[in-house]
């Protein structure tokens, strides 16, 4: 095992930058949904509507309930209505893939795996919190390299604004024209 950190136990929580948009978003379409439903409104732009909610939705809810404790005995992921604890003793496996700016980190144990993103708050220190706990013969040689040079990536937020300024124009269009 490696070092212990005494500023453990750690908590870990989906970047707040990524947060805020999706949750301006869900508002602006459930907005146009009413706004369209009170114009009496019941075509095919409602049903879309009501389907683009569903995923949104879900993704915002997931992604604010997401949580990560890290303590001396092991990692905690906290999901939506649901948990995972991997004690670090019983990992067999930390790996990391990297496509693009997107990096991911799992630990595996014989039971169960968590993966963690780098859609993660402070995700360089979630990785180096981890690589101090983990046990040194379980860690590759890809996730040795990730956690010298954790990725940012800003594109999930970037994107998630350019939705929400398209749903602003499509809920002003809607206001003024009518329908």
Excluded at 59 to 69: G, H, P, Y
Excluded at 140 to 153: F, I
Aim: aromatic letters at 8%; proline letters at 5%; one cysteine or more.
């Amino acid at each position: 095992m490696n070092t212990y950190s005494s500023a453990l136990p750690r908590q870990f929580r989906i970047r707040r930058a990524f947060l805020l948009p999706l949750g301006l978003l869900l508002g602006l379409t459930v907005l146009l949904l009413v706004i369209c439903l009170l114009q009496g409104l019941r075509d095919g732009k409602v049903i879309i509507l009501g389907a683009m909610l569903l995923p949104i939705g879900g993704l915002f809810v997931e992604s604010l309930a997401r949580r990560t404790e890290i303590d001396p005995e092991g990692v905690t992921v906290h999901k939506f209505l649901r948990r995972r604890r991997l004690p670090f003793v019983e990992l067999t496996a930390v790996e990391a893939t990297l496509v693009r700016k997107r990096a991911f980190l799992s630990l595996s144990s014989l039971d169960s795996f968590v993966i963690f993103s780098n859609a993660y708050e402070n995700f360089p220190q979630l990785v180096q919190t981890l690589m101090t706990q983990v046990p040194d013969e379980v860690i590759s040689a890809d996730a040795r390299k990730l956690a010298a040079d954790p990725p940012t990536k800003s594109t999930d937020i970037i994107s998630c604004w350019v939705a929400v300024a398209l749903m602003v124009l499509i809920l002003l269009v809607q206001l003024f024209s009518g329908g």
